[in-house]
């Protein structure tokens, strides 16, 4: 099964052509970057050894800057490439700033060509990738050319064994190239174990997101947005999918007869339902802001669609509360839940539905400590809420999920190491060149 990708991957240039001119005619792929997902007019390599990480989009790519950073102490005469798939990871990264002597890039197609061009370039030291976006070609010649890979913060979860499973074969032939496998519970270390990667290259060590940095925000911005809202009550409803967003005005509803000032913040997870929830935001409340139609906040505003990308780090700073959304009992097939920490970072009380599978490890390390509020259904979201506003409840949530964030550290740490143990000796010296 490898070998017929391998050569489909020696012929597949043209499809790939098309894909990319498809994402440029659709803006998701910036047309004077085209050419970095073949590999082509790259910049010139920095002199020393070169560690090459990887990431799908933004959240996975945000998780790892903290871990470049830690790189770049250990290896202070060592370089970073940073890539993704996607231009909202570019623009994320461009907005919050990379470590030093890191630079970011898009990972080239998985195309022979593009791919050789690639490492003859590059000639990383190390290949890392985080949560499961890799692909066969470029795994397989960069284990082919001896370049130790180590897959991180990674996720195998039930659902992806029987969509994964088709393809055991492929898969188990890419994974066992991995030096060292570091997952994120014990159910993934044993579907790895399944997929045959050997036991004593799979560890636990648990969501490396939990020590990303916090989301940045524009201070001038910040500063006016506090002044429009003053000192009202304010609650994010963050990441929510369509059918969460009835509920959070609802809850909201019901939230105002006890507290009539409040503000709902709801920034959905696709941007583009924005208009419309602020349209029915206006059927219940009378009045509600569009932020994609430069409408600012005031104090007649009852909710407020924040329907932009790259301002999470405002909404979250702004809110005491944040209801972590993709995670409530809404709909037939179950949502999978989202990234706890970027509002654990930021100070907000923790508000969580019941259907947080991909997080799952996360939110039962935060339940625990008594760092979240697990809200059952929507019906219950009201009472949590208020629970949440509560200062002296607020503020035992809130030193409880800075303690989680600290505890954190260690996977970063450990994260490392790992890594650390990969890296030739040569490199560690900075005796390689460019």
Request: net charge neutral; glycine share 8%; charged share 20%.
């Amino acid at each position: 099964m490898l070998s017929a990708y391998l050569g489909f991957a020696r012929v597949s240039g043209p499809l790939w052509r098309r894909a990319m001119a498809g994402r440029v005619k659709k803006g998701k792929l910036a047309a004077d970057r085209v050419d970095e997902r073949f590999a082509r007019n790259l910049p010139a390599r920095p002199q020393g050894p070169l560690l090459w990480f990887h990431a799908l989009s933004v959240g996975e790519s945000l998780a790892l800057l903290p871990l470049i950073e830690r790189a770049g102490q250990a290896l202070p005469e060592a370089h970073f490439l940073l890539t993704t798939t996607t231009q909202t990871s570019a623009d994320a990264l461009a907005r919050v700033g990379l470590p030093p002597r890191c630079r970011h890039q898009f990972l080239p197609v998985d195309t022979r060509a593009a791919v050789t061009r690639f490492l003859d370039h590059w000639q990383p030291v190390v290949a890392v990738f985080s949560e499961m976006d890799f692909w066969p070609a470029v795994i397989v010649e960069a284990d082919r050319r001896g370049i130790p890979l180590a897959l991180i913060n990674s996720r195998f979860y039930a659902r992806s064994v029987e969509s994964r499973g088709k393809l055991r074969g492929l898969y188990a032939d890419v994974l066992s190239r991995f030096s060292t496998c570091l997952v994120q519970d014990a159910e993934s270390a044993r579907h790895f174990a399944d997929f045959g990667v050997a036991p004593e290259r799979i560890s636990v060590t648990g969501a490396l997101k939990g020590a990303a940095r916090p989301l940045a925000a524009d201070p001038d911005t910040l500063a006016e947005l506090r002044t429009r809202i003053g000192a009202r009550p304010v609650w994010l409803a963050a990441a929510t999918e369509a059918a969460e967003d009835a509920a959070m005005l609802a809850a909201h509803a019901a939230l105002r007869e006890s507290f009539p000032d409040a503000l709902l913040i709801i920034a959905p997870r696709n941007i583009g339902v924005g208009p419309e929830v602020a349209a029915q935001a206006r059927a219940r409340f009378g009045a509600a802001g569009l932020r994609s139609a430069g409408e600012p906040p005031d104090g007649a505003m009852a909710v407020y669609v924040a329907d932009t990308l790259g301002e999470m780090g405002l909404w979250y700073r702004l809110a005491q509360v944040a209801f972590i959304g993709h995670s409530l009992p809404v709909r037939e097939v179950p949502y999978l839940g989202k990234n706890p920490f970027e509002a654990a970072a930021l100070g907000c009380v923790i508000l969580h539905g019941p259907q947080v599978e991909d997080f799952a490890e996360s939110y039962a390390q935060l339940d625990a400590a008594g760092a979240a509020i697990a809200v059952a259904d929507a019906q219950a979201l009201p009472k949590a809420v208020m629970a949440g506003l509560d200062p002296e409840r607020r503020a035992a949530l809130t030193t409880a999920a800075r303690g989680v964030i600290e505890a954190r550290g260690r996977v970063l740490e450990e994260t490392w190491q790992a890594i650390a143990a990969l890296v030739p000796a040569r490199s560690e010296s900075g005796a390689r060149g460019g």
